[in-house]
């Protein structure tokens, strides 16, 4: 008898993985997040520096969305750890510049000495461990950089948990093997702390069902990656993988971006450095401030609405999702219905006027989100893909 082959994980029936739910946590910025992104949005920096190269200035928003604590300690470093690509040293005198007003501006804020409580991030994150380690589950974190990975361990040591840890300065081989084989064999606690570019080949993680992604990467398919190294052959529970995103921030706009480009862009570009990814006057339209506020996400009402209806979900999920939204989060999105099927997707903008989209363009009501699986694509489909897209996004 003739063993079916799913073209979206390459698995056999009687191979296929344990249930996977991808959820987005759309998180609310704390008081002091929100006036270090308000001031920082409006100063001169960012107000005069639109020759220049954005992705610096989008990663200063994307830190202070992660911590503050990132852009106060070593800061020109940390903004730019985490960024690919080769930077000019004006790039990196423009980091050092807008590092420096960041430092100040917190400076001057007292609430950024109290790590947990200035962090939604890292407060949701204490908020969810123990729900999960009374369960029984082993989680993996994983940060895009180091210092943030340092915040987390920092207050998990405090709430006494045992942990194991994995970053780019573990170069040693044996010693990375060491310490994942420590974990599967269930001798390195319950949390894992990765960065998510570390090892990157042949990692095996099974012993975790659960995946929580602290800052989304410029390119989904890094994000991907830390993921498939949980769900694949040898994993035997369902696996939920939370992905933390700030509302109406940069995260928010470069997910609803990736959500739209990412079915296209992927397979052209996932080896590409990030500026690959957004044009120079995309990545400018990132910058502005929310209409309707940090606490709302639009995106999150806007899946919700198109997707609602596909929930299919069981009672433990159900309850858990209840769970989490006592966490005074903004919402729950299910990034895993998103490439489920082909549909209508509105483009939805708190800043675009009735009608008409950026650049005074007429405004397309809606788009096709195509579901591409891997290895149904060829080559030759791609520029044509990306010509479509291109003009749909106009």
Known sequence: MKSEVSLETGLTDDKKLPKKDELIIWLKLTDCQRRLYEAFLNSELVQFESEGNPLAALNVLKKICDHPLICTQRAAGDILEGMDGDFSTQDI?????????????????????????????LSFILSLLPNLLEEGHNVLIFSQTCKMLNLIQEAIILEGYDFSRMDGGITDISERE?????????YGGQIFLLTTKVGGLGLTLTKAARVILVDPAWNPSTDNQSVDWVDRIGQTKEVIVYRLMTSATVEEKMYKSQVL??????????????????SQSDLWELFSMPEQGFDISLTQKQLQEEHGQQLDMDESLREHIQ???????????????????????????????PGRGAHGKPKVEGVTARTHLAGK???SDIPEEINWLSETLA
């Open 93 to 121: 005198v423009m980091v050092e510049k807008m590092a420096m007003n960041l430092a100040d501006m917190a400076h001057d804020d007292d609430a950024v000495q109290f790590s947990q409580e200035v962090s939604c991030k």
């Open 178 to 186: 060491r310490i994942v084989k420590d974990f599967q064999e269930g």
């Open 261 to 278: 480009k990412g079915g296209l862009f992927r397979a052209a570009t996932e080896k590409k450095e990030q500026r690959r990814y957004f």
């Open 323 to 353: 769970f989490l939204e006592k966490q005074g989060i903004a919402g729950v999105s299910h990034h895993s219905l998103l490439f489920s099927e082909t549909e209508i997707l509105p483009m939805l903008s708190e800043n675009d006027a």
């Open 377 to 379: 694509n060829t080559d």
